[in-house]
């Protein structure tokens, strides 16, 4: 490459840098271990990580009131069911669920200008079991109209199965150049089933391209700059 060529290459290469920002693997606690204070509960299990060069900050991963005894042995598991402060109120569809805080939810804080694309988990459920998650955001809106999207979960955990799911954050307009916190909200129901579902989540993974900070491009132009000027030194 001509030395002309190196310093803008340079500056594209490190104006946008596509990453995992956040990671949740659940792992660190043994299967069965009940969480039983109260909800909404912020879990110390479970890592984030940004990835290298990249700084990002995330919260715990935390439950609202419909989603029992969540427990993981290196996944997190969450009981569906009918509401233990208000009885006979079941999770059947998404109403329900917004209305009775059935969710799992994360806040991702950027350091730097981010655009979200995906959010992509490995998910199953109990025998015979059907949960539809519904995504949501603190960006987006939290009523039963402001989905961002739902992926209905049939892989049964007794089977060894996994199923992959990938939440699209690429045309939604809130998540693009934003430098604002954001909490998740993943709503689950239980597709009409009135007895328990449980679901059972691993590897939670938030992608997005970061911006670096002008001052981080402006020392990347001066070091470009000082080995442009000393190549041209060294020319016969």
């Not at 981010?114 to 988990?121: G, V």
């Not at 060894?160 to 909490?183: C, H, I, K, W, Y």
């Not at 009409?192 to 939670?204: E, I, K, M, R, W």
């Not at 992608?207 to 190549?231: H, N, Q, Y």
Request: glycine share 8%; charged share 15%; hydrophobic share 40%.
């Amino acid at each position: 490459m001509k030395s002309h060529y190196i310093l803008p290459a340079l500056l594209l290469t490190a104006s946008a840098q596509a990453a995992s920002l956040v990671h949740y693997d659940f792992e660190g606690f043994a299967a069965g271990t009940a969480v039983t204070s109260a909800y909404p509960t912020a879990f110390t299990r479970g890592s984030y990580v940004g990835s290298v060069d990249i700084q990002t900050s995330a919260s715990y991963i935390t439950v609202g009131d419909g989603v029992t005894n969540p427990w993981d042995g290196n996944l997190l598991r969450g009981s569906i069911r009918r509401n233990p402060v208000a009885p006979g109120i079941y999770i059947v569809d998404d109403a329900a669920a917004v209305q009775r805080d059935a969710y799992f939810s994360f806040t991702y804080t950027p350091t730097e200008e981010t655009s979200l694309t995906t959010i992509n988990l490995q998910a199953a459920v109990g025998a015979g079991d059907t949960v539809n998650i519904v995504l949501r955001s603190s960006l987006t809106g939290l009523t039963v109209n402001d989905a961002i999207d739902d992926i209905l979960i049939t892989a049964q955990i007794n089977l060894g199965e996994r199923q992959q799911l990938s939440f699209d954050l690429s045309g939604v307009a809130e998540f693009q150049n934003m430098t604002d916190p954001v909490t998740f909200y993943f709503y689950t129901n239980t597709q009409g089933d009135t007895g328990n579902s449980l679901f059972y989540l691993d590897d939670l993974t938030l992608e997005g391209t970061t911006v670096p900070e002008p001052s981080s491009l402006g020392l990347l132009a001066i070091a470009g700059t000082a080995f442009l000027t000393r190549r041209r030194v060294r020319r016969p």
